[in-house]
């Protein structure tokens, strides 16, 4: 048994050195700078589906504002690119917004290391304080999903109506100079690539981590039972909140890697139709692997891309019938298809092996 | 300052019909029906079909064949996917947003994406004026149109054997079945009267609004708050929590700007739940989660 | 334990699949240098899908008239011309992405497309990094001008400005500014603002309301309680619905209360209702109702072609000429080669629906003729006043002397 459990183990790093390596070696042989771009793209998405998973997934928070904190995070690096590319002068939208005088609140993003902290305290911040406003209050499920979704939705009322400040709707672009890089230079975006692949392995790794550990184990029983985590001692309170600042932070990163991949940074990307998509990508690439929220983030935008480039009317067809086939069918998504197949072949090869115990998707019904 | 009162009071009005159907659906039976909007927006085209028949009374016609149809429509959706998902409200919300894209791109295939108009009766085309104020007819109309609604559900929910079933369900399923309830009857007549409360409110903002495939997009969020503030499940709440986001909503923009109101109410609702973090009214219950 | 080992499995398998299919459609695809194939491919960028595809998809469909057009004839420089379309699904992002894939990957010799600022502010540095050629076709909020953009829709002096100097000879003295909150009537509103404190004009109001709001009781008493002579209308979109439709029942019609706005064309009046809105003034430089020979023409070739109902309206002229106004210049210069259709485009003049345009070599903008129409009880627009001549863009106002605040500093305009 336990031979059997290391030789899984070593098949699991395995995985994780395969999937490395194909994105690491084989990906920028094989892909034009275009399609290398786009998979950066695509990989920034995963990032923060990642953290989706690891609050939704894991910790049973459905956040449906997870756009704020890709926002924040893209915000402040593409105040960070302004200002470099500026120099004595005001960003460009100011100048046509009829801003005179650089606001205050931008003047620290001058330093880079302030921008780059921002990247990850700013998110973090408005998480605690969100985290420990609502759960604290025991607000949860569908309560906590709305109470996100307007937050997202007041969020992007408040970029759009701060023209002067943030752009508006238009958002931050026109980036001349990335880190000393030409952004629309092919060896930029393999540059660029290579950073969105080693950050999401390493964010992929912690997170692994996280969950592994004893606070994970707290957090499921948190997702699974929160009322008899609470007898038990614990502060739930806090269990999630430490998680929804992780989750948040990794969306503040992937939005920060976003916008010199991509070149923009606007409110279209963070309102309430951005963010529930991502929840949805999670689900569909399976919430309760870390590995499967990564898998939806990148499909579900490879997909997009795809498919509105060949069939703009059916997309939405498909992918709201996407939604429901793979919701009724496969509520534990790809991965979790994958596992009960792979339950299944296991179960054929060695009939004596007990069953592995499914995981009772529970969900807390509103009283 | 009152002056903004009977303008505060009209938005409310327009807010308690959208959110009505959602206490149904989401209040009673804790499912996140983000289709909501859609079975609104069927509502409109209904009132937009029946236009060429019924000239410019198209409205009062509509208001009971759109109560049907947008009811049938949620009574399907319950039917086929919904009643796998009890107890799973997080799954519903993905499921119907599925749904609602689909039937968004369906209104445009069906009736095009440009906006489509319906006349307003002629005799709802003056307008109050009280002092300084201007209450257009057609705001009066749509206040009292909420409060039939309501009367109408008070009396079902209060006084009907089906509303006491409902009622029963709500507060302990198991209990209600085991004492001859038909729970999945009863789940069913839920569905269909607040997706059918969609459909009569849909009719209503033909008046005030855009006819259009994404009609039901520019509703939704709104709707759910006033439930959320009002507590689930509770008509008195959804009632009080619409008059008091409305009135917010009116005086803060009327002080401040539009984009600053939006951002105001939702930083009010999240601070109000901070004090009540189950809304206005809670449905007692020793249940433990 | 066996789950994660053979959903670890499936994932590679599957993230390998991903791949190879994401190189596997790619190789054999690409083409050569803009033009030396059989035909000249030319890009078509617009929002297909979301909410701007109300739009922009009639755009589309008259840049592709144009193209047939000009196939029929023989094409350009004896090639055919070959669109290649391309979804901005109503996503900054995604404009510039879309961009980026037909100037590299399809090699497209021009692109025509983006209906909202946000989207040609999007697109503008790829379109710069790259040095290929964008149409752009709206009018739009001036102070740009990018050497590699042409604009053929209105800039600020030939639309807002002569919407102002009509409602000035009408002799409306207090205005009040209603707006989407976005680039275009911030922009707007404050040249309006400059215009009337030299002019003896008076701004009772500003107020900006979000994107797809529709809740405009506040909003219209605001407007009502403030008596103004006239508003001035930049709203976008399903506002107008809302708004019009609220403002009427609220007893605001055109002869009470004019309503000039800048964002409502043939198309948009059906969705509000003719009774809400008829009368009321609007500012372009093309109706369908427009007398020209090459109108008469272009209104029948689009009713032949997209149906009898449909209704053709500024920006879709505005698209169709582009595609002309390109050609031309490439018919000139020789080439498809960017600096050389560049060059060749200053002073292309064509007879197109709107009457005369010419391309401003220095601004690339189009000179073109102001009208100020009338909202019919039919739901088209009949025009009640003109500039008499096309009028020379200029995106930076420097011909204006009250506009000197407002220009950036450096200016965007050379």
């Not at chain 3, 996503?91 to 992405?97: G, I, N, S, V």
Request: proline share 4%; charged share 15%; net charge neutral.
């Amino acid at each position: 048994m336990t031979e059997l459990l290391a030789s899984r183990k070593v098949r699991g790093y395995a995985l994780f050195v395969g999937v490395a390596a194909l994105l690491l070696a084989v990906a920028p042989g094989v892909l034009d700078p275009f399609r290398l771009g786009l998979l950066a793209k695509y990989l920034c998405f995963a990032i923060a589906a990642l953290g989706i998973g690891l609050a939704w997934g894991q910790g049973g928070m459905m956040t449906l504002g997870q756009g704020v904190f890709f926002g924040l995070g893209g915000y402040a690096m593409g105040m960070f690119l302004k200002l470099h590319d500026a120099g004595d002068g005001l960003p460009d939208f100011m100048t046509w917004s009829g801003v005179e005088e650089l606001p205050a609140l931008w003047e620290p993003f001058r330093s880079p290391v302030f921008a780059m902290s921002m990247v990850v305290v700013l998110p973090v911040a408005v998480a605690v304080l969100l985290g420990l406003l609502v759960f604290r209050q025991r607000v949860r499920g569908a309560y906590f999903a709305i109470l996100s979704q307007a937050l997202a939705a007041a969020f992007v009322i408040w970029l759009v109506g701060h023209q002067g400040l943030t752009g508006g709707t238009n958002g931050l672009t026109n980036f001349y100079d990335v880190f000393g890089m030409d952004p629309e230079e092919d060896g930029t975006q393999r540059t660029l690539y290579y950073v969105v692949v080693i950050v999401l392995g390493t964010l992929y790794l912690l997170a692994r981590q996280l969950t592994k550990s004893r606070f994970g184990r707290l957090l499921v029983a948190v997702r699974d039972g929160e009322d008899r985590v609470r007898f038990l001692g614990y502060n739930p309170a806090t269990v999630k909140t430490i998680t929804f600042a992780t989750s948040a932070a990794m969306a503040g990163i992937a939005g920060a890697l976003y916008v010199p991949v991509v070149g923009i940074i606007s409110p279209a990307l963070l309102g309430v139709v951005p963010s529930l998509e991502l929840v949805v990508a999670v689900a569909i690439g399976g919430r309760f692997a870390l590995g499967g929220a990564i898998l939806g983030g990148v499909l579900m935008n490879y997909a997009h891309t795809t498919l509105s480039e060949n069939w703009a009317e059916g997309w939405t067809y498909l992918q709201g019938g996407l939604f429901i086939l793979v919701i009724m069918l496969a509520p534990k998504g790809i991965a979790g298809l994958a596992g009960q197949l792979g339950d299944l072949a296991a179960r054929r090869r060695t009939p004596k092996a007990p069953e592995a115990p499914t995981v009772a998707i529970k969900e807390e019904v509103p009283a | 300052m009152l002056d903004q009162l009977p303008i505060g009071l009209s938005i409310s009005g327009a807010l308690l019909l959208i959110a009505l159907g959602l206490t149904f659906t989401f209040g009673q039976m804790g499912v996140i029906n983000m289709a909501h909007g859609e079975f609104i927006m069927a509502g409109a085209y209904t009132a937009y079909m029946i236009q060429d028949f019924a000239g410019d009374q198209a409205v009062i016609v509509a208001l009971p064949l759109a109560f049907v149809v947008a009811g049938a429509m949620g009574l399907i959706l319950e039917r086929v996917a919904i009643r796998r998902f009890y107890g799973r409200p997080l799954d519903t919300l993905l499921l119907t947003w599925g749904v609602s894209l689909v039937l968004q791109q369906l209104a445009r295939d069906l009736f095009g994406a440009p906006n489509v108009n319906v006349t307003a009766p002629g005799w709802l085309e003056g307008r109050l004026t009280l002092g300084s104020v201007i209450v257009p007819y057609t705001r009066l109309f749509i206040m009292a149109l909420a409060i039939v609604c309501v009367v109408a559900i008070w009396a079902y929910m209060n006084r009907s054997r089906q509303g006491r079933r409902m009622r029963a369900v709500m507060q302990n399923r198991e209990l209600a079945a085991c004492s001859g309830v038909i729970t999945e009857r009863v789940d069913q007549l839920t569905f269909f009267i607040g997706s059918g409360l969609a459909g009569i409110a849909g009719v209503a903002l033909t008046l005030i609004g855009p006819i259009g495939p994404t009609l039901g997009t520019n509703y939704i969020v709104d709707a759910f708050l006033v439930v959320v503030a009002g507590g689930l499940g509770q008509l008195r709440g959804a009632v009080l929590a619409a008059l008091a986001l409305g009135l917010l909503n009116s005086y803060a923009e009327f002080w401040t700007d539009a984009s600053l109101a939006k951002v105001i109410v939702f930083g009010s609702i999240v601070a109000f739940l901070q004090f009540r973090p189950q809304g206005m009214f809670v449905l007692r219950s020793r249940a433990l989660t | 334990m066996g789950i994660s080992t053979w959903r670890g499995l499936a994932l590679v398998a599957t993230a390998s699949v991903l791949l190879l299919s994401a190189c596997g459609g790619e190789t054999g695809e690409k083409a050569d240098a803009p033009g030396s194939g059989d035909t000249i491919k030319v890009g078509i960028l617009h929002s297909l899908s979301g909410t701007m595809a109300i739009s922009e998809v009639t755009v589309k469909n008259s840049e592709l008239m144009a193209i047939d057009e000009i196939n029929a004839k023989g094409g350009v420089l004896g090639k055919k011309l070959e669109p290649v379309i391309e979804d901005g699904a109503s996503d900054w992002p995604t404009f510039a992405e879309k961009a980026r894939k037909l100037i590299k990957r399809d090699k497209v010799a021009t692109v025509f497309g983006g209906w909202t600022s946000a989207s040609r502010k999007a697109m503008l540095p790829v379109f710069e990094a790259e040095k290929a050629l964008l149409w752009y076709p709206v009018q739009y909020e001036g102070l740009e001008q990018s050497p590699y953009i042409y604009y053929t829709g209105a800039t600020t002096n030939q639309q807002i400005i002569p919407g102002l100097d009509y409602l000035k000879s009408k002799g409306k003295k207090k205005i009040f500014l209603v707006g989407s909150d976005y680039v275009f009537p911030r922009t707007a509103n404050k040249i309006i603002k400059a215009y009337a404190a030299a002019n003896g004009m008076e701004v009772l109001g500003e107020e900006y309301t979000p994107l797809g709001h529709t809740e405009y009781g506040t909003l219209v008493s605001k407007v009502m309680s403030a008596k103004p002579d006239a508003v001035f209308n930049t709203l976008n979109g399903d506002s107008n619905v809302a708004f019009f439709k609220q403002f009427k029942a609220a007893g605001g019609t055109a002869e009470k209360l004019p309503v000039l706005s800048v964002s409502i064309a043939e198309e948009e009046v059906g969705g509000i209702g003719v009774d809400n809105i008829v009368g009321q003034p609007v500012a372009w430089n093309y109706y369908q109702t427009t007398k020209s020979p090459a109108n008469e023409t272009f209104v029948k070739a689009f009713k032949a072609k997209y149906g009898e109902t449909k209704v053709t309206s500024d920006p879709m002229e505005a698209g169709y000429n582009a595609v002309h106004l390109w050609a031309e210049s490439v018919k000139k210069a020789g080439t498809v080669e960017v600096e050389a259709v560049k060059k060749a485009s200053d002073g292309v003049a064509i007879e197109l629906p709107e009457g005369l345009v010419t391309i401003d070599g220095l601004t690339h903008h189009v000179y073109k003729t102001a009208r100020i129409g009338v909202i019919q009880k039919d739901g088209l627009i009949s025009e009640v006043w003109n500039s008499g001549k096309p009028i020379k863009p200029d995106p930076c106002l420097t011909t204006y002397s009250w506009a000197g605040s407002l220009v950036p500093n450096p200016s965007p305009c050379k």
